[in-house]
């Protein structure tokens, strides 16, 4: 018999982390849950879950600072985030520590599960993808370490920055849209109805990354109406 899947659920609303809770048990996962920061961050460093659900407003120690430590010691480890739904910075923030998504709320219980699944799938999946991605004389980038270069600067990757790169890296002949980045990189199902700027932001965060100038992108660019385009020089 295969384990099941081990989800964390850091919530300070008793109504709602109860409601998860459920949520997730009835759709079959071994579900732990904390009501405070400062336990979410203890039960989040342990690396015994294979997807961390935190909340943004917790007392104690909030959810960018734990999904912050946790990133310092995994890049690998599936964070996402639960954000109110009229603070758009709670978003920037919470992909710009490293979070693979956020669900606002109020939210559907359908569309967060197909999220969690989406995340999942994509922490298992390891296709044939170059592990080793040059851009210019200027960029290399290590996929399998995730880590790399931009001239003298050294930079960390997330996993999922890492796979959105080697994905735009294998289809450099012609632009992506954020649709099909959804689709192939984030692993949502085509007919679901999102509202989200995940890909933008992440695409952002890469720019500061392997951009000599991330105000005029020389690698990462955009095709107006298309999408967005690696080019491999």
């Not at 009501?35 to 460093?45: F, K, T």
């Not at 294979?50 to 430590?69: E, R």
């Not at 951009?211 to 107006?224: F, I, K, M, S, W």
């Amino acid at each position: 018999m295969s384990r099941k899947i081990r989800l964390l659920i850091v919530e300070d609303e008793p109504a709602i982390r109860t409601g998860l809770v459920d949520l997730f048990v009835f759709h079959g996962y071994q579900v732990e849950c904390a009501e405070d920061g400062r336990e979410g961050l203890r039960l989040a460093l342990s690396g015994r879950y294979d997807l961390l659900l935190l909340d943004v407003m917790l007392p104690g120690v909030n959810g960018f600072d734990i999904c912050a430590q946790v990133r310092e010691q995994d890049r690998e480890q599936p964070i996402i985030m639960l954000t109110a739904k009229s603070a758009d910075e709670d978003v920037i923030q919470g992909l710009s520590l490293g979070a693979d998504d956020y669900v606002a709320k109020p939210f559907s219980v359908a569309q967060l599960v197909l999220r969690v699944q989406a995340v999942l799938r994509r922490a298992r999946v390891s296709g044939e993808v170059e592990n080793r991605i040059r851009l210019g004389d200027t960029v290399e980038l290590d996929c399998r370490n995730l880590s790399g270069r931009c001239g003298d600067q050294e930079h960390a990757f997330t996993r999922r920055e890492m796979e959105l790169l080697q994905y735009l890296h294998a289809n450099a002949e012609r632009p992506v849209s954020r649709d099909e980045l959804l689709t192939r990189v984030w692993g949502y199902a085509r007919n679901l109805d999102l509202e989200t700027r995940t890909v933008d932001i992440h695409i952002a965060k890469l720019r500061r990354k392997i951009e000599p100038d991330a105000t005029n992108p020389r690698y990462l660019v955009t095709v107006r109406g298309a999408g967005y385009r690696l080019l491999v020089e």
